[in-house]
T-cell receptor, first 114, second 110 residues
């Protein structure tokens, strides 16, 4: 079974631009979560989608948004990029909504904002 | 107080020894706990999940959970140089939201 895929893998943007990242979960998985990883803050939860509905959101500004499509693929968007948005953005997929279910991470998208 | 706390290390262990990694959490109602391994420049990879008090073994890895003490640990037996990585402890806060500790950097010395 193929794992979680994320595109693009690397991205360079300038301040003020916007960016869209894509995630395809493991086949059959319906939950997709997004995380930001930086050296200073570690891994932080952005939001989670299940069946096209956002069920949970982390403490990030409204510039960070996302959506999920009917095939469970998900996108996240960051508008008006700031230097501090430079990070590794990770997508994780899980089978469904239960708390004890395991999440599997994709390879990540490394975003550099100049 | 952080929700999930780990000693950032680095933790240095000789090859063949037991590596012990610890994690504490603040929410007494937490029910699901996970250990991930992350190599430099890579994404986190699941090692173990644990939900009940006690020990759970998988090969060279043993996860231990003590809900009364709000403590989770990971033991790696017969440590190998390939075990050198950052180990992340995570707690599920509901609706697939994982809260991570800062990670413990482990180095296995040949």
């Amino acid at each position: 079974k193929a794992g979680v895929t994320q595109t693009p893998r690397y991205l360079i943007k300038t301040r003020g631009q916007q960016v869209t990242l894509s995630c395809s979960p493991i086949s059959g998985h319906r939950s997709v979560s997004w995380y930001q990883q930086t050296p200073g803050q570690g891994l932080q939860f952005l939001f989670e989608y299940f069946s096209e509905t956002q069920r949970n959101k982390g403490n990030f500004p409204g510039r960070f948004s996302g959506r999920q499509f009917s095939n469970s693929r998900s996108e996240m968007n960051v508008s008006t990029l700031e230097l501090g948005d430079s990070a590794l953005y990770l997508c994780a997929s899980g089978p469904g909504p239960r708390r004890e279910e395991t999440q599997y991470f994709g390879p990540g998208t490394r975003l550099l904002v100049l | 107080q952080k929700e999930v706390e780990q000693n950032s290390g680095p933790l240095s262990v000789p090859e063949g020894a037991i590596a012990s990694l610890n994690c504490t959490y603040s929410d007494r109602g937490s029910q699901s706990f996970f250990w991930y391994r992350q190599y430099s420049g890579k994404s986190p990879e699941l090692i173990m999940s644990i939900y009940s008090n006690g020990d759970k073994e998988d090969g060279r890895f043993t996860a231990q959970l003590n809900k009364a003490s709000q403590y989770v640990s990971l033991l790696i037996r017969d440590s190998q140089p390939s075990d050198s990585a950052t180990y992340l402890c995570a707690v599920n806060k509901g609706a697939q939201k994982l809260v991570f500790g800062q990670g413990t950097r482990l180095t296995i010395n040949p």
